[in-house]
């Protein structure tokens, strides 16, 4: 994880470009770091096996093999696919401080990382599913 302050993004649109890419919900979440309701992601209880992409520009996040339940309503995870595929930013936003996380390819809100994971790794990414799409393995 690599942690940043104004990254420069491999990937750089308007907003008016991601409009016409994404649908308003997605655009609500990626572009503006909204949040879907807790429980209401098509991935939240999702554990095929494949890989988790970003919803907006396709790069590999997370594997299925890193996948758990939460038990917080949305995806989780404990350790991105490979290093540098995610960006953390401290976040102030409703008067907390967090971790957001960001596709390190093209800076889309994926979510937030928390220390308080189940595994080894001690670490919960917990995700949008708008954020997301899904590869399944073969």
């Known amino acids: 994880m690599e942690k940043?302050?104004?990254?420069?993004?491999?990937?750089?649109?308007?907003?008016?470009?991601?409009?016409?890419?994404?649908?308003?919900e997605q655009f609500y979440v990626m572009r503006e770091a909204g949040t879907e309701?807790?429980?209401?992601?098509k991935y939240n209880m999702h554990f095929e096996k494949?890989?988790?992409?970003?919803?907006?520009?396709?790069?590999?996040?997370?594997?299925?093999?890193?996948k758990f339940d939460g038990h917080c309503g949305w995806p989780s995870f404990d350790k991105e696919i490979s290093e540098g595929k995610i960006?953390?930013?401290?976040?102030?936003?409703?008067?907390?401080?967090?971790?957001?996380?960001?596709?390190?390819?093209?800076?889309?809100?994926?979510?937030?990382?928390?220390?308080?994971?189940?595994?080894e790794t001690g670490l919960r990414y917990c995700v949008n599913s708008l954020s997301l799409d899904f590869e399944e393995k073969n």
């Open 87 to 119: 960006l953390e930013r401290e976040d102030h936003s409703h008067g907390m401080t967090r971790t957001e996380i960001l596709c390190a390819n093209c800076g889309s809100h994926l979510g937030h990382v928390f220390d308080d994971g189940p595994t």
């Open 4 to 24: 940043s302050k104004s990254p420069n993004f491999h990937v750089q649109k308007s907003d008016e470009q991601w409009k016409k890419e994404l649908t308003p």
């Open 50 to 66: 494949g890989t988790y992409t970003c919803g907006a520009c396709d790069t590999p996040l997370f594997t299925s093999d890193s």
């Open 37 to 41: 309701r807790p429980f209401s992601g």
